[in-house]
């Protein structure tokens, strides 16, 4: 079915708008709001306003985008993670809820002051919740793309997190630095995965998402080069696909380190593996 015109006419009201198929009522919402500058609050109070002509012209561009398959977050420039705001852009992956689990791992293995190294930072979502959870914390975070990492640190400084950002392949660039908890939502999808052409995935930074091989490159990367980055009973904390649990505990465990396990997202699917330095 073709979908309906995402041309506005000028004079429609605020509250017409948010219920006109195809989007929801929240992606409405969003987007009205993202085209006139306004806030929730006041699409609520504005209701009969109606749309100018250059509202429209400007609501229907950012509507074309969304039903061409954007992502929300890249439209309107912003998502949420860790109850924080983070300025997203085509340059970084849009953090994830579940990615969440990694800083609440990280968060309870923090003891105070300790260091901690985010590695591929990519909006810095990771880094900037738990520098900003815990200021006394030392946080480093690294990332191969300096596009990224330019996101990142006008979010580290947006949310008046303090954290020490390094253009890295992987430990490349570390020299001989130690932290305390290393934590990575490294790229692990495989080449030629068939969700990497579908929905918001199509949007993304190729970088962000695959390793251009078996989905578990970067991660046998990170097991194998972060021993010699760890203090003595440091934490390596991984997130990983919804079928790469039991190869992630397998590479720890080859690799020598202790307490290997996996921890289950929210929908009870293990989402992240780790394990104590070897
Ligand atoms: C899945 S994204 C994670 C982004 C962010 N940490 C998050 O959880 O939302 C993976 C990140 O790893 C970065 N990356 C890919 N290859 C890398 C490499 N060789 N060295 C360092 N970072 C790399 C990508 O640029 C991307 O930002």
New binding site residues.
């Given amino acids: 079915m073709t979908p309906p015109s995402p041309v506005i006419a000028a004079g429609s009201t605020l509250a017409s708008l948010q219920l006109r198929p195809p989007l929801d009522a929240v992606d409405n919402r969003i987007l009205i709001c993202h085209a006139l500058g306004l806030s929730r609050v006041a699409l609520i109070t504005q209701s009969e306003r109606a749309l100018t002509g250059d509202e429209a012209q400007r609501l229907s561009a950012l509507l074309a985008r969304r039903l061409a398959g954007e992502p929300i977050a890249y439209i309107v420039g912003q998502r949420e993670?860790f109850g924080l705001p983070f300025e997203v852009s085509g340059a970084?992956?849009?953090?994830?809820p579940d990615?969440e689990l990694?800083v609440e791992l990280a968060l309870e293995r923090l003891a105070p002051r300790a260091r901690l190294l985010?590695?591929?930072?990519?909006?810095?979502?990771?880094?900037v919740a738990l520098a900003h959870g815990r200021p006394d914390a030392a946080v480093t975070a690294?990332?191969?793309?300096e596009a990224?990492l330019a996101v990142a640190r006008r979010n580290a400084a947006a949310n008046g997190a303090s954290v020490s950002f390094l253009r890295?392949?992987?430990f490349?660039a570390l020299d001989d630095a130690v932290f305390d908890v290393i934590v990575?939502?490294?790229?692990?999808i495989a080449s030629g995965d068939r969700h990497l052409s579908e929905g918001d995935l199509r949007f993304e930074?190729a970088?962000?998402?695959t390793?251009h091989a078996d989905g578990l490159s970067?991660l046998r990367?990170i097991v194998a080069g972060a021993p010699r980055h760890l203090a003595a009973q440091g934490w390596l904390l991984l997130?990983h696909g919804y079928d790469q649990a039991e190869a992630v505990r397998a590479l720890l465990a080859a690799a020598g380190y202790a307490e290997v396990q996996s921890w289950r997202d929210l929908a009870g699917i293990e989402r992240a593996s780790g394990g104590r330095r070897p």
């Avoid at 970084?92 to 994830?96: A, F, H, K, Q, Y």
């Avoid at 985010?118 to 880094?127: E, F, L, R």
């Fill in positions: 993670f970084v992956l849009i953090p994830r990615t990694l985010d590695m591929g930072t990519g909006s810095g979502a990771i880094a690294l990332d191969v793309s990224a890295s392949d992987w490349a990575s939502n490294p790229p692990y930074p970088g962000a998402l390793d970067a990367r997130e």
